[in-house]
């Protein structure tokens, strides 16, 4: 994923020194967290987060008002989210929540809400405020970057006391709010860098060099006029999915080539010049880890010599009323968010706090979707390979999180230890899911269906058993911002 | 109460709709519905079970005919249709009542009972029953819900599917025994392979099949659009030589609603400029086979595609009403619009010789748009325990997959006993 760093150089602006590193923690206030702080703020109901309120700031850089603007919003989300994650987590089971594991990441949520409610009842009006407020959120997402490996290896250590289904429902919920979690802070994060007032972004000359980590970003900033970035913080509203896929073809063919020998190859066709407003990191996640599945099937199957056939098309912006879908049927709240493209819900993005009891979709049905926007053009990318197929039996386990068809020494190799094998392979450090080789916890294709729905979008699998797969991913996007 | 004595007479009922094709008005508000009647004797039909069978069980059975099978089958016909009609009846019975208000509704049931107490079909009265359950489905959605409607279409229809296959297997096995090639426990002389069982054929060949539709989709569409309308090619690929025991109508039936499905498309989103082709993929695997078609006709329309797998429709629920409505009329001239049964691929060919309402919908005029193409399908599909899948890019195209069992030793897909009584 991209880094702070690389967040950073995108937007013309060398990382800045302390107080952002790791080390000025201490200089962070923090306040005792009470039982009934978190159960004040989890009975606030969350509401559907679209990629237009992050934009709504204004296009980098911000004024000041602007900025304090982005941190008081940030500031109205967050504390409520973080309090329902640890509802959530204290309502499994006490043996699984005692794994140490598990329990350290009850720990960083604790602590990061300690780290909000001297803010409580305050707003931000003072740049100096600002500036201590940024370091809170880098401090946030500094803490929660390992949470996913953490606790895939609690769950795993803990497998006796609770069920797959309960695991994957648990997860589910909780890795789709981190998605959300994540963006909102990182988000301010890019907009203060693109925002720092000394700093002129116009006469930035050097473009980032040698140790930036590849990405379709970059490459797409050297194209781009000096004067007119198309990133709005960490969202790029001119983002072109086909460099995205080249790149990470390069990187999984590259994997592919040391554990296999051999490369296989893509072919892109439909229209590739195709752009949309996406979060670029997010993208990448979701690409790789379906590349590795249609590489690893592809080359276990033999037919490396036959390309694997991806198609962008890009969907029209309609003005077709998406609320009409809304109003339908409140009753089926889950099962619209999931089969209709154009409208995002509280279960999409996990805010749906299914222990806690609050937010439950009968309680609260029409506050927990929101039609995306009229004229939000998208893209749908069809990835189709000769890998072979799915299996029938494989096919229901599809999309349970930690279920791969590795075997069980590789898991335990992945989980026991922090950097194995293949993980030194990868360049550029692990992606938000934390695994980076050919096949890792398991977690890939039900943590990039979770990206891809944030926003409305989905990906849908079918397999033709003894042939190969279609996979369809589809995005929607900001629309005119 | 219902007032027994206002019962319209059926036999004027049915003959006037069959003859005079009224259009499309608005239902009357009562007067329609079905009269109260003791229901001992369908009580004793609905406590049975239906004993599903299998296309196997089908093709042994009728593999070696003789005098004892033949009379075996006929009673197991005799026995299976009243006892699934029966059940249908039930299901009608407990809709809500509202639904029975309805015109269309209520004259499907009235030949359902009809058919109950005869225990033999009407053919041409049976012949509007599809277009009429699905218009009457459409009529009464303020009052029964989307979903429920649904399942009582599924139900009624996989029902209806199973008895004509029992109905006409059975015609189909008595013909071949009385004729006068036939002796009692002969083998065929022919390859076993190359036999139809009844109306199974056992080497239906995939490639085959999709190219006879695809003649028939482009004829239908040239005849719409002008001679002069350019039309997609259809390309085949994958495993060619697949073959398996289907039977042929039912194929044909779904591969000719995709294959026009794509074709128009195609050609209204394309219009005159060169049509990107249709893609078509056969490929088989030890337990079944699966065949995507492919096309680049834009996709399917956002406002819609909630609703695509539903006789229940959203947006275009007036129109398609209105298209409903016309099909009776089409059942009685159908003559005109197909090909002469001369031709390689007209319809009167195994399987239509019972005169399938099947064939009928498939010869409609393809600007006639039912809406009922794709979730009739997918009753077809999973009739022999197979599936249809369909996936949209967007305003790209659409793929759909179409999965059906090798082996033919998949029981029927019927709705039970449990699932009848269930709350």
Redesign the interface.
């Known amino acids: 994923m991209l880094s702070l760093r690389a967040v950073a150089r995108h937007n013309g602006f060398p990382l800045p020194r302390p107080p952002l590193s790791r080390q000025s923690t201490r200089h962070i206030q923090t306040a005792t967290v009470t039982d009934s702080d978190i159960a004040r703020l989890a009975s606030q109901p969350l509401h559907p987060l679209t990629l237009a309120d992050l934009c709504k700031h204004g296009h980098p850089p911000l004024s000041k008002q602007a900025l304090f603007n982005s941190a008081n919003f940030t500031l109205s989300l967050l504390p409520a989210r973080l309090a329902h994650r640890i509802q959530s987590l204290r309502s499994l089971p006490y043996i699984v929540v005692a794994n140490p594991n598990v329990h350290k990441i009850h720990g960083n949520y604790v602590h990061s809400l300690s780290t909000l409610l001297p803010y409580a009842e305050r707003r931000i009006e003072t740049l100096q405020d600002e500036i201590a407020f940024t370091a809170v959120m880098a401090d946030l997402v500094q803490t929660h970057s390992n949470t996913i490996s953490i606790l895939a290896r609690g769950f795993l250590e803990a497998r006796k006391y609770i069920t797959a289904r309960e695991v994957t429902r648990f997860l589910d919920e909780h890795l789709r709010a981190r998605i959300g979690t994540r963006l909102i802070a990182e988000q301010h994060l890019a907009l203060h860098f693109s925002s720092r007032p000394h700093h002129d972004l116009h006469s930035s000359s050097s473009a980032p060099s040698s140790s930036a980590p590849s990405s379709s970003s970059s490459s797409q900033q050297h194209n781009r006029d000096a004067e007119e970035s198309s990133y709005i913080g960490v969202i790029d509203t001119a983002l072109k999915p086909a460099n995205i896929i080249r790149n990470c073809e390069a990187m999984v063919g590259e994997i592919c080539e040391l554990k296999y020998g051999v490369r296989p190859t893509i072919k892109m066709v439909?229209e590739t010049e195709t752009t949309i407003a996406h979060i670029p990191m997010h993208l990448e996640y979701i690409l790789t880890e379906l590349l590795k599945n249609s590489f690893r099937a592809t080359i276990e199957a033999g037919m490396e010599r036959e390309a694997i056939e991806i198609?962008i098309?890009?969907?029209?912006a309609?003005e077709?009323?998406?609320k009409?879908?809304k109003n339908?049927?409140k009753n089926r709240v889950e099962q619209?968010a999931h089969?209709?493209?154009?409208v995002i819900s509280n279960y999409d993005q996990g805010s749906v706090d299914y222990a806690s009891g609050s937010n439950k979709p009968d309680q609260a049905a029409s506050g927990n979707i929101r039609a995306l926007a009229e004229s939000t053009p998208?893209v749908?990318i069809?990835i189709r390979d000769r890998g072979g197929g799915i299996s029938p039996e494989n096919l229901k386990n599809l999309w349970e999180y930690g279920f791969t068809t590795f075997n069980e020494e590789e898991i335990n190799e992945k989980t026991s230890s922090s950097a194995g094998g293949m993980d030194a392979v990868m360049a550029g450090g692990g992606g938000p899911g934390g695994g980076s080789s050919l096949a890792g916890l398991g977690y890939g294709l039900p943590l990039g269906r979770a990206y891809a729905e944030y926003f409305g979008g989905g990906i849908?699998v079918?397999s033709?058993?003894?042939?190969g797969t279609?996979v369809?991913l589809?995005l929607r996007g900001v629309g005119r911002v | 109460m219902l007032n027994i004595a206002r019962r319209p007479s059926a036999h004027l009922r049915w003959t006037t709709t069959l003859l005079i094709c009224r259009p499309y008005s608005a239902p009357p508000s009562n007067g329609n519905i079905p009269p109260w009647r003791p229901s001992n004797v369908l009580d004793e039909w609905v406590q049975r079970e239906a004993h599903p069978i299998s296309l196997r069980q089908l093709t042994f059975f009728g593999r070696t005919l003789n005098e004892s099978r033949l009379l075996s089958s006929a009673n197991y016909v005799r026995l299976e249709l009243p006892t699934r009609i029966a059940h249908r009846l039930r299901n009608m019975q407990t809709l809500p009542y509202s639904a029975l208000t309805n015109e269309h509704i209520s004259h499907v049931y009235e030949a359902y009972y009809r058919a109950f107490e005869t225990f033999r079909k009407v053919p041409e009265e049976h012949l509007t029953v599809i277009p009429r359950l699905a218009m009457g489905i459409l009529e009464i959605q303020d009052s029964v819900s989307?979903d429920e409607c649904d399942r009582f279409m599924n139900t009624l229809l996989r029902s209806r599917i199973s008895r004509r296959v029992i109905a006409e297997q059975h015609l189909a096995l008595n013909e071949t025994f009385h004729s006068p090639w036939h002796f009692d426990g002969k083998k065929s002389a022919v390859a076993p392979e190359d036999e139809f069982v009844g109306e199974i054929f056992l080497k239906c060949n995939a490639k085959e099949i999709v190219e006879k539709c695809a003649r028939r989709a482009n004829e239908l569409t040239r005849k719409a659009y002008g001679p002069t309308v350019s039309l997609p090619k259809i390309v085949l690929q994958?495993h060619l030589d697949t073959t398996f025991p289907y039977i042929p109508s039912h194929l044909e039936y779904i591969l000719g609603e995709l294959l026009r499905n794509s074709i128009q498309s195609v050609v209204e989103q394309r219009g005159s400029a060169e049509p990107p082709p249709i893609e078509v993929?056969i490929?088989?695997?030890?337990q079944?086979v699966?065949i995507?078609v492919s096309d680049q006709g834009g996709?399917i329309?956002?406002?819609i595609?909630?609703y695509l797998w539903s006789f229940a429709k959203?947006p275009r629920r007036m129109k398609r009403l209105k298209n409903l409505g016309q099909v009776p009329r089409l059942a009685a001239t159908m003559q005109d619009l197909q090909l002469p049964p001369s031709h390689p691929d007209s319809t009167a060919g195994s399987g239509e010789k019972f005169g399938s309402s099947l064939a009928s919908l498939s010869g409609r005029p393809p600007d006639l748009r039912l809406g009922i193409g794709l979730p009739m399908s997918r009753i077809y599909a999973e009739y022999w325990a197979g599936s249809l899948?369909l996936?949209s890019?967007?305003?790209?195209?659409c793929?759909a997959?179409l999965q059906i069992s090798r082996l033919g030793n998949k029981n029927e897909v019927l709705s039970t006993r449990a699932t009848m009584d269930a709350v």
């Open positions: 439909g198609t098309a890009p969907a029209p309609s077709a009323q998406t009409t879908l339908k049927n619209m089969d209709h493209v154009g998208g749908t069809r849908a079918q033709l058993w003894g042939w279609d369809y589809s | 989307g994958g993929l490929c088989e695997a030890a079944h699966i995507r996709g329309d956002r406002e595609l909630p959203g899948e996936h890019l967007e305003g790209y195209g793929d997959f």
